[in-house]
C-alpha cells in the first residue's frame, strides 16, 4: 500500500474539534418527534416494550424524555458560561425542597400539551404518570422552598448560577402516625433511581477531615499545611433548573458522600465482611439523611461533616472545574458570589481561605480581601437557637486548619474593634467570633465578618436583625446590612398548583404575568366585577373538591365543601404556635359541650395542619400528637353535626402543599411578633386567594399593608408590645386566671378527656404553657380568639369574602421570588442576566 492510500488518522475529539464545538440538537417538538423520542427511551434505557412496560417504565421513559429536551439547550449554556467568563451566583444551601420535577420541567419548556397529546397516542394518560412520580427528599422547611424558588427565578432571569448543596439518600423522613403520634421513618425517594439526574463520578472531589496542622519554609516563606486523617469522595450529581420558556438552563448541583477505599477485598477474604466495607458505610452516612439527630456528640459532628462536606467540594469544584488554568484569583470576586443560605454553608469561608492562602499561595491580605467580596450572607432567623455555634474542641478536632484560620480572622477583626471604639471590654467580648464559657464558633459572626453583605428576609426582620441580633456589627459596618424580602415562584405555586386560576388571571391580564407578578395589580378593578367573582368563587370550589379526591385517595379524610377551610401548614416548632390554634379548636369544642353555644350556630370549618417535627424535639411532638387527639375526638362526637373537622394528613410535603394551598380560605400565620423571620407560606397562600389571620411578624406586615387592614385579621401583640411584656416578668398563669374561656380550655385538655382519660399525657404541655410560655401564647389567646370571630363574621358573607380573596391576589404580586432575585442582583451580588 502506497503512503497516498494511507486513511488519515482521526483528529482527536478535543474541545476545539468541530464536532465538539458543534451544538447539540434536541428532538423536534412536535407530538411525533416526542412519540419517538419516548419510544426510543421506553426500548433502549427500559428495555421494554411499549405492551410489557409497567408503570414505572412507562414514568421513567417519560422523564428522560423531556430531560433530552432540555439538555442541548443547558450544555450551550454552559459552554457559553465558560466562554464570556460573565459573573455567576453560587447558592450554597444545606436543602432544597424542589417538590416534583415532571410539571415543572414541561412547564419551562413549553411541551406540556405536546407531551399530553404524545402520551395519549401511545394510550397512556399523562396524570397517571405525574400520580407516580416521588418527590425529591432534599429539603425540610420554608429554607429548602426558597432555594428551590430562588434557583428557579435565577435561570427565568437568565442569570448564570449554580446551586450547590447534598443528595441525601433518605432525606429528612418520611412521617407516620402510630395512636395519633409521629414516627419517623426512612424516605426512600431514590428506591426507582431519579431520572432527573446526571451523575458524574470523574468530576468527584476529595473532601478531609481531622488529622492534624504543620508549618513548613516555602523558600523562605513560613507556610501552613493540613494533614488530614481521612478523607471522601464527594460525587457529583447534576439536575437541570430550566427557566421559565426562555430557552435558559443552569445547574443544581448535588454532592453525594463515598468512601475513597470502598472494599477491602483482603479483609472480606478473610472473612470479615462487616469490616471490608466500614469505609464506605462511614463516608455514606455523611449524605445519608438531612439534619441528622444533632442531641448526641456523634449527631453533632455528623452535622459540622455534611456541611464541611458540601462546601469543600463546591468550592473545589468551581476553582478546578469553572475557573480557567491560569485565572488571575485577585480578579475572583468579577466571576463569582458565593451566596450562604443561614449559616449552614459558613465554614465556606475558612475553606476559601485555606484554599487561598494554602494552596494557591496567596498572602493572606490577599486571600482575605478576595475573601470578603466573594461572599455574602442571608439571616434566617432572629432565634439565638438557630445561630449555629460550633464547639471549639469539636472544630478543632474535625476540621483543625480551619479553626486556626477562624482565629487569625477573629484576632484581626478585634483589632480593628479596638482601632474603632477603643479598649471597651462589653464590645470586644459580645463581638468577638470566638465566644468564651464554652469556647465556641458563632458562624453567624463568621458570615457577617466576612460577607460583602448581610442581609434580613424581610422588613421587619431586618430592621430586627441590625437593631437586636447583630447590634454592634450593624453599628460598626452598617453599609453591610440590606434586606431583601423573600419571594415564591408563581410558575410552581400558582401556574402548576392552580391552573384554573391562573386561566381566569390570563383571561383578564392577558399573558405575561407569570414574568411579571406586579401586573396582578390590574385585577383590583375585577373585585368590583360580580360575574369575576363568581367565576373566582367557582375556582375556589372546584379546588376545594380536587383536595378532598387527594385526601380521600391518600389518608381517607374527607372534606365538606361548605366548610371554611382553615390552614396551618408549616414546621412544627413551639414559635410557630400551632399550640395557639390548638387552643381555638378546644375553645370551640368546649363551648359545644358545655352547652354554652349550640352547635348551629357554628360557622362550619374544616382545620387542616401539615406539620413535621424535628425527631429530637420533644415538646413539638406532643403537641403534634395532641392535635390528633383533639381530631380524633371532634371529628366523632356527633353533638357537633359536622359543623368541625380537624385533619392532620401524615408526611405533609410540596406535592400536597400543591393542593391544599389552592383549596384554603383562610391561611394561619400567627408567630409570635418578632419571632419569625419572613415566612414564604403565607405569601403562597395569599397569591391564591386566601385571607391570613396573623400577627404583624415577619412578611406579614408587608403583606398587610400591601392588601389592607379590611382584608387582613390582624391579632395579637406588637413587637415593642412582647418586649415590653418581657421587660415587666410575663407570668403566663395570669392570662389564664383572667379569661374563662382560656382555663375551661386548658382545663378540658388537662382532664384527660382528649387522652382516653389519662390526665398525665398532655401534662407536660399544659404545665410548659402555664408556666414557660415563653412564645406568649397565653398572652395572645384573648386577641386571637376575638379575631376568629371576625372571621366568622366575614365569611358568612361569601360574596364580600370573594372580594377581598381578590384583592389579596391582586395586590401581592410583589411576593414573586423574581423581585427577590432583582434585589439581590441591584443589592448585593451585581451579576447580570446573560440572555
Known amino acids: 500500500m502506497s503512503e497516498n492510500d494511507k486513511t488519515p488518522a482521526p483528529r482527536p475529539l478535543t474541545a476545539t474539534h468541530p ?167 426512612p424516605d426512600a425517594w431514590l428506591a426507582l433511581g431519579s431520572p432527573w439526574e446526571f451523575r458524574h463520578p470523574e468530576a468527584a472531589q476529595t473532601v478531609s477531615f481531622a488529622g492534624h496542622t504543620e508549618t513548613y519554609d516555602d523558600d523562605g516563606v513560613l507556610r501552613s499545611r493540613w494533614v488530614p486523617a481521612w478523607s471522601v469522595r464527594a460525587v457529583p450529581y447534576n439536575y437541570m433548573v430550566p427557566g421559565y420558556q426562555n430557552g435558559r438552563v443552569n445547574t443544581l448541583r448535588l454532592w453525594s458522600a463515598e468512601a475513597t477505599k470502598a472494599f477491602d477485598l483482603r479483609t472480606f477474604n478473610s472473612g470479615d465482611y462487616v469490616e471490608a466495607v466500614r ?29 464541611y462536606f458540601f462546601v469543600a467540594a463546591s468550592i473545589a469544584d468551581y476553582m478546578s472545574k469553572v475557573l480557567p488554568e491560569d485565572f488571575d484569583l485577585t480578579k475572583l470576586p468579577d466571576r463569582v458570589i458565593f451566596q450562604l443560605n443561614d449559616t449552614h454553608p459558613v465554614i465556606a469561608v475558612p475553606e476559601m481561605m485555606r484554599v487561598l492562602v494554602d494552596e494557591r499561595k496567596l498572602d493572606w491580605d490577599a486571600a482575605w480581601a478576595i475573601t470578603q467580596k466573594c461572599f455574602a450572607y442571608t439571616c434566617h432567623t432572629l432565634l439565638p437557637e438557630a445561630l449555629e455555634v460550633w464547639s471549639v474542641d469539636l472544630l478543632g478536632r474535625l476540621l483543625p486548619r480551619h479553626l486556626e484560620i477562624i482565629y487569625r480572622i477573629n484576632d484581626e477583626f478585634l483589632l480593628a474593634v479596638r482601632e474603632r471604639f477603643g479598649d471597651d471590654e462589653r464590645r470586644l467580648r459580645d463581638m468577638s467570633i470566638i465566644s468564651e464559657n464554652p469556647a465556641s464558633v458563632r458562624m453567624a459572626y ?32 452598617p453599609e453591610k446590612f440590606t434586606n431583601v424580602t423573600n419571594g415564591v415562584t408563581p410558575r410552581r405555586f400558582m401556574r402548576l398548583a392552580n391552573p384554573e386560576l391562573s386561566e381566569l388571571i390570563t383571561a383578564a391580564l ?142 405533609y410535603n410540596v406535592t400536597l402543599a400543591e393542593r391544599v394551598i389552592p383549596a384554603a380560605d383562610l391561611s394561619e400565620q400567627i408567630s409570635l411578633a418578632g419571632k419569625e423571620a419572613s415566612g414564604t407560606g403565607n405569601m403562597k397562600f395569599a397569591l391564591n386567594g386566601a385571607l391570613t389571620i396573623g400577627t404583624d411578624d415577619g412578611a406579614n406586615v408587608e403583606i398587610r399593608e400591601l392588601v389592607g387592614d379590611d382584608n387582613f385579621f390582624l391579632f395579637g401583640m406588637s413587637e415593642p408590645e412582647v418586649e415590653e411584656l418581657w421587660a415587666r416578668g410575663y407570668r403566663p398563669g395570669e392570662f389564664a386566671q383572667a379569661d374563662d374561656e382560656l382555663r375551661r380550655a386548658l382545663d378540658l385538655i388537662s382532664s384527660g378527656v382528649f387522652s382516653g382519660g389519662d390526665r398525665s399525657t398532655f401534662e407536660p404541655i399544659v404545665s410548659n404553657l402555664l408556666y414557660d410560655d415563653r412564645f406568649m401564647v397565653l398572652a395572645d389567646y384573648t386577641s386571637y380568639i376575638a379575631a376568629q370571630e371576625r372571621v366568622d363574621a366575614a365569611y358568612a358573607d361569601r360574596d364580600a369574602w370573594t372580594r377581598s380573596a381578590i384583592l389579596n391576589v391582586a395586590r401581592t404580586g410583589f411576593f414573586s421570588s423574581d423581585r427577590s432575585i432583582r434585589d439581590y442582583i441591584d443589592r448585593i451580588w451585581h451579576a447580570q442576566p446573560v440572555r
Open 19 to 185: 464536532l465538539a464545538l458543534a451544538p447539540v440538537s434536541s428532538p423536534p417538538a412536535t407530538v411525533d418527534g416526542f412519540v419517538r423520542e419516548f419510544l426510543v427511551n421506553l426500548n433502549l434505557e427500559r428495555g421494554v416494550a411499549l405492551s410489557s412496560a409497567t408503570e414505572t417504565d412507562k414514568y421513567l421513559a417519560l422523564a428522560s424524555t423531556v430531560r433530552d429536551y432540555l439538555v442541548a439547550r443547558w450544555l450551550e449554556d454552559q459552554r457559553r458560561q465558560r466562554a464570556d467568563q460573565s459573573k455567576a451566583v453560587c447558592y450554597l444551601s444545606a436543602e432544597y425542597l424542589l417538590g416534583r420535577q415532571l410539571d415543572n420541567n414541561l412547564l419551562a419548556s413549553g411541551l406540556t400539551d405536546i407531551a399530553t397529546q404524545a402520551l395519549a397516542a401511545c394510550g397512556i394518560d399523562i396524570d397517571s404518570m405525574r400520580a407516580h412520580e416521588v418527590e425529591p427528599g432534599l429539603g425540610n422547611g420554608g429554607l429548602g422552598r426558597l432555594a428551590a424558588c430562588f434557583i428557579d427565578s435565577l435561570a427565568t432571569l437568565s442569570v448564570p448560577s449554580i446551586g450547590y448543596g447534598i443528595r441525601y439518600e433518605y432525606g429528612i423522613f418520611r412521617q407516620v402516625f402510630r395512636d395519633g403520634q409521629q414516627i419517623e421513618k
Open 279 to 307: 469505609a464506605q458505610t462511614f463516608a455514606e452516612n455523611i449524605s445519608k439523611v438531612l439534619y441528622p439527630e444533632d442531641s448526641t456528640p456523634q449527631g453533632k459532628e455528623l452535622r459540622l461533616q455534611q456541611q
Open 510 to 651: 392577558g399573558t405575561g404575568w407569570l414574568t411579571d407578578l406586579e401586573r396582578l395589580r390590574e385585577l383590583e378593578s375585577y373585585a368590583e366585577d360580580a360575574d369575576f367573582r363568581a367565576a373566582f368563587a367557582g375556582v375556589k370550589a372546584a379546588n376545594k373538591r380536587r383536595l378532598n379526591e387527594v385526601l380521600l385517595a391518600r389518608d381517607g379524610f374527607a372534606i365538606a365543601d361548605d366548610h371554611l377551610l382553615d390552614v396551618m401548614v408549616k414546621r412544627l416548632h413551639e414559635y410557630k404556635r400551632q399550640m395557639l390554634k390548638v387552643l381555638h379548636i378546644v375553645t370551640l369544642y368546649e363551648r359545644v359541650v358545655s352547652g354554652r353555644v349550640a352547635a348551629s350556630d357554628l360557622q362550619p370549618r374544616t382545620f387542616i395542619f401539615g406539620a413535621k417535627a424535628a425527631p429530637g424535639y420533644a415538646m413539638a411532638k406532643r403537641v403534634i400528637h395532641l392535635i390528633n387527639a383533639v381530631g380524633s375526638v371532634v371529628n366523632s362526637d356527633p353533638r357537633l353535626e359536622g359543623r368541625l373537622k380537624v385533619v392532620f394528613p401524615p408526611n
Open 446 to 477: 463568621l458570615a457577617t465578618v466576612a460577607g460583602a453583605k448581610v442581609n434580613g428576609v424581610a422588613e421587619l426582620h431586618s430592621q430586627l436583625l441590625r437593631e437586636k441580633v447583630l447590634h454592634d456589627f450593624d453599628e460598626m459596618m
